[in-house]
């Protein structure tokens, strides 16, 4: 056998095994490929088919927390905040410190309140505020202190008429955020703010 013979023959072993690790690499089991399917169709804003895809994940791996906040996240944007809250809740009871969880929730929780004010049903509007703002206050007691989580317990405490608290919520949410667009959003949620509690006050 000459060299010329044994270099093909050992750069073509090279070359397929080079080739068959990249195949087993790439390789996604069923659940991650429904992952990551169903997370291109959420970042596409496609609620329904990110909802289908994570729920084809949940049949291959029911604890998938991700999947589970996701989808809630995906059913809170269509405005079934009843699916959204069951799968926060859900993904909580895996992983009681899940942040994903309790944010996504908290927000599912303010909107589903509102569509009860709206109704008007003002009993269970109050008991979703008041549950969206345990939700943000586990957040930010547990050490993050997020402008966003600021500025929605804030939202909640106003709708429960508790100016005080939702004026200080919204002034640390403009201290803890460097976006100038969020800051101006949280100014006038502020001023809102003051509006209506100096119409609350003649």
Known sequence: MTKQ?????????LLLLTCSSAVFISC???EVKHQKQANSYY????????????????????????A?????SAYSEKGEFDLAIADCTKAIEIDAE???AY??????FLRRGDSYKAQPNDKLAKADWEQAIKDCSQ????????????LHRGLAYQNLKNYEAAADDFNRAMTTSTNEIFIQRVKASLDQL?????????
């Open 194 to 202: 003051k509006q209506e509690q100096a119409g609350t006050q003649k």
């Open 5 to 13: 013979t044994v270099f093909f023959k050992i750069t073509l072993w």
């Open 103 to 108: 944010y996504n929730r908290s927000i599912a």
């Open 68 to 72: 589970l906040v996701n989808r809630g």
């Open 28 to 30: 996604d089991s069923p």
């Open 43 to 66: 970042d596409q804003g496609l609620w329904d088919n990110a909802i289908v895809e994570y729920g084809e994940v949940l049949k291959l791996a029911p604890n998938n927390t991700e």
């Open 98 to 100: 899940n942040i994903f």
């Open 139 to 150: 957040i930010i007691d547990s050490g993050l202190e997020n402008s966003f989580v600021l």
